[in-house]
């Protein structure tokens, strides 16, 4: 990954939506990692116990964690 964008959240597919959405309501472009939607993508199986990975740009990344703190997750 880009040295210029961070890791703020890893989690179930569940959570990993909320706090998505709630990036984009806030005007943040998420970058999201789903190695199991890779896979499935590719062709291959589907692991459904993945961890989803987002990231975010590093001048936005002290609104993200506000965010996310605020969802209590």
Do not use: W
């Not at 990692?33 to 740009?57: C, M």
């Not at 590093?58 to 997750?73: F, G, T």
């Amino acid at each position: 990954m880009n040295e210029e964008f961070v890791l703020v959240y890893k989690g179930s597919f569940i959570y990993s939506n909320r706090v998505k959405n709630e990036l984009i309501n806030n005007k943040i472009s998420p970058v999201i990692k789903d190695s199991s939607e890779s896979a499935r993508l590719a062709g291959f199986g589907i692991v459904s116990e993945q961890q989803i990975f987002i990231y975010v740009h590093l001048n936005e990344l002290k609104k993200s964690k506000m965010i996310i703190k605020n969802l209590r997750i």
